[in-house]
């Protein structure tokens, strides 16, 4: 069975930083291109950024700069480092694996407010 469990979310002020984590089980991770996206309630969910199995990166405009992500294949799991936080970084995020199929985490609730 195929599990994708996030965690590190919470509430943090802007220019903050969190980090969150994604635990795989399940597939062969390090065959897998994993991925982060958001969603906020009444929009599509999107995009944040996305490694794949080679370590190649790409982000999301409105994170460039700001985010990191990367993964240790020994733990299985990959990490969205968060910097200089908005409040309009507020949102579910869910991680992703890709190869051939996708899997999507549960989500974790990320607040910036002060």
């Known amino acids: 069975q195929v599990q994708l469990v996030e965690s590190g979310g919470g509430l943090a002020q802007p220019g903050g930083s969190l980090r969150l984590s994604c635990a795989a089980s399940g597939i062969s991770f390090s065959l897998y291109n994993m991925g982060w996206y958001r969603q906020t309630p009444g929009k599509q969910r999107e995009l944040v950024a996305v490694i794949s199995r080679g370590g190649t990166t790409n982000y999301a405009d409105s994170v460039k700069g700001r985010f990191t992500i990367s993964r240790d294949n020994a733990k299985n799991t990959v990490y969205l480092q968060m910097n200089s936080l908005k409040p309009e970084d507020t949102a579910v995020y869910f991680c992703?694996?890709?190869?051939?199929?996708?899997?999507w985490g549960q989500g974790t609730q990320v607040t910036v407010s002060s």
């Open positions: 992703n694996a890709v190869f051939p199929n996708a899997y």
